[in-house]
């Protein structure tokens, strides 16, 4: 059935008339005679009783005008949904990024919130190696990584830098040194994240090279748990500052760097160099391009 003809149909029901319905869609009544009759035609029964006046309604008239009013808002409904989208009142960006890039990636969340508060950001916790396919194949609109990009298609830009720095807690014996050696590090009790990460095989390829092994006495499944248990003095932790800015500032944690092993990184959001986006995605590029040009950053780096 067309929906247009459906319209046609409920506007004379409810009007009791198909003149008024004819001046109410600014039509002639000839041509809202024919879209009724041709609904019956397709249907096989008569809707309207043409004996009667006030444009009584058949069994089968009853019938199809609890369904047609049913549909008519359905497709209002459906029609609002998609002008929502465009004017973000509603929507979702999916990101991929692993724990200690969340911290990065949080100031330009804050922005694109801020401008856009109906549209849902949904950060999943996903393997570095993992999200470069993962935006690729469309189950991301983007990722966050601290490496360009291997695979073709994507496109990156700069959303911030960080660097990797020896977390301790603040009477530690070394917490007044501006750095340590790496031998220094390696003689102390570390904590680490369980999880295999291409900084964490970097630090320990550093280390071999030097022929010095991290002592790793404990190892921990979350930042913020391996941030506590150095809070704790149960160890001390190489994690990126970023992850800490806050501890640092409240003087619960303090940070030295360790010699050879800062890896200043360059944080990216990548996304697919196609330009079909949803307006929610649109408007989230746009507003980490600002946030990148605030910061004074590289421009857009492209495969």
Avoid: W
């Avoid at 006030?54 to 209002?76: I, P, Q, W």
């Avoid at 030295?256 to 890896?263: D, F, G, N």
């Amino acid at each position: 059935m067309d929906l247009a003809e459906l319209q046609v149909f409920v506007t004379v029901a409810r009007e009791r008339s198909f003149s008024k319905a004819a001046t109410r869609l600014h039509r002639t009544q000839p041509a809202v005679s024919q879209a009724v009759r041709r609904l019956e035609d397709e249907l096989g029964e008569k809707l309207f009783d043409r004996t009667a006046k006030d444009g009584k309604l058949t069994e089968a008239g009853r019938v199809l005008f609890d369904y047609a009013e049913r549909l008519m808002r359905l497709s209002e409904e459906a029609e609002g949904a998609v002008r929502d989208l465009r004017d973000l009142r509603r929507g979702r960006v999916m990101i991929g990024a692993n724990e200690a890039a969340v911290h990065v990636l949080l100031p330009v969340v804050a922005r694109f919130h801020e401008q856009h508060p109906h549209v849902l950001i949904d950060v999943r916790r996903v393997p570095s190696r993992q999200i470069g396919v993962a935006v690729l194949e469309r189950s991301l609109d983007f990722g966050v990584l601290s490496f360009p990009p291997a695979e073709a298609d994507l496109e990156s830009i700069s959303i911030g830098e960080d660097e990797l720095v020896m977390l301790m807690h603040p009477r530690h014996e070394l917490a007044s040194r501006a750095q340590v050696t790496m031998a220094e590090f390696a003689h102390e009790t570390v904590i680490a994240h369980n999880e295999a990460s291409p900084a964490r095989e970097r630090v320990l390829r550093l280390f071999e090279q030097k022929h010095e092994a991290i002592n790793i006495q404990i190892a921990l499944p979350s930042l913020d748990g391996i941030k506590r248990a150095v809070e704790m003095n149960l160890g001390v932790a190489l994690l990126p500052r970023r992850c800490a800015l806050a501890e640092l500032s409240r003087g619960t944690l303090a940070a030295v760097h360790v010699a050879q092993v800062r890896l200043p990184r360059h944080l990216r959001l990548i996304y697919r160099a196609a330009n079909q986006r949803s307006h929610a995605c649109s408007a989230f590029l746009e507003v980490a391009r600002a946030y990148r040009d605030s910061l004074d950053l590289s421009p857009a780096t492209s495969r």
